[in-house]
């Protein structure tokens, strides 16, 4: 749930206003760490992705190293989808956040400076009228521009409340966006390449059935010869042992 700061409470600087702020505060700041956390996912998903495109071109290298060819198709590198979401989320969302922080340490600023004028203008000695006129002419001139400042640092805590959701929504859509065009592309290319798929299938086929037959053929080959060595390998010894009884005889 978003929240408001009523201008009208900011220039009582009530407890209220007080307290509201401090909210605004630590749920801007825990935005701010969130998206900071966002940001450096994604420069390590960028940096994941130079290694994936670099052991991918790897890859494909060493399959036209095999295939002793080469294509002409060019990978899509996705790390270019992440810094796309950097490009979207950076200059808004944070670009918001800095001039809330700006915006914040001009109000801290000016809330001390505000707290010493009020203590110096109670201890004033009343019997001293120029330091009385003095304490108060500063009370004066910084309340101004306590309420010149307030109303600016509201003006940022309300616009940053109410741009917050549809800039981060922006910037995630836009991803999805970056995204789908990816993948888009990555279907039109193999859908193109199906021809090519359905031939190198074929292929395939014929491929297996040869292989195949000529593994039937080694086969019965490889059979007919080791009959052939055995068949001569056993006429020898017969022989052998024939002349052998012969001899002896």
Wanted: charged share 30%.
């Amino acid at each position: 749930m978003k929240i408001t700061v009523e201008f009208e409470e900011c220039l009582k600087d009530s407890p209220r206003f007080r307290a509201t702020v401090e909210e605004v505060e630590g749920d801007v700041g825990e935005l701010e760490s969130k998206l900071d956390k966002l940001v450096k996912l994604c420069i390590g998903m960028i940096d994941a992705g130079k290694a994936y495109n670099t052991a991918n071109k790897q890859f494909v290298n060493g399959v036209r190293e095999l295939a002793a060819s080469s294509t002409k198709d060019e990978v899509i590198e996705m790390s270019s989808l992440s810094y796309l979401f950097l490009t979207y989320v950076s200059p808004s969302a944070l670009r918001d956040l800095r001039k809330f922080k700006e915006s914040k340490k001009q109000f801290d600023k000016v809330s001390e400076e505000k707290e010493a004028a009020l203590t110096k203008n109670a201890q004033a000695p009343r019997n001293k009228q120029h330091e009385v006129e003095e304490a108060t002419n500063i009370l004066t001139a910084t309340r101004k521009c306590f309420r010149h400042i307030v109303l600016d640092y509201v003006l940022q805590i309300n616009v940053l409340q109410s741009k917050r959701r549809s800039e981060i929504l922006k910037s995630m859509l836009s991803f999805m966006y970056a995204h789908l065009t990816f993948f888009h592309q990555g279907y039109d290319l193999f859908s193109e390449l199906q021809p090519l798929m359905k031939q190198l299938g074929g292929q395939l086929d014929q491929l297996v059935v040869d292989a195949a037959k000529e593994k039937r053929d080694m086969e019965q080959k490889h059979s007919t010869i080791q009959q052939k060595v055995t068949h001569t390998y056993t006429h020898r010894n017969m022989t052998h042992l024939f002349w052998k009884t012969c001899a002896i005889h």
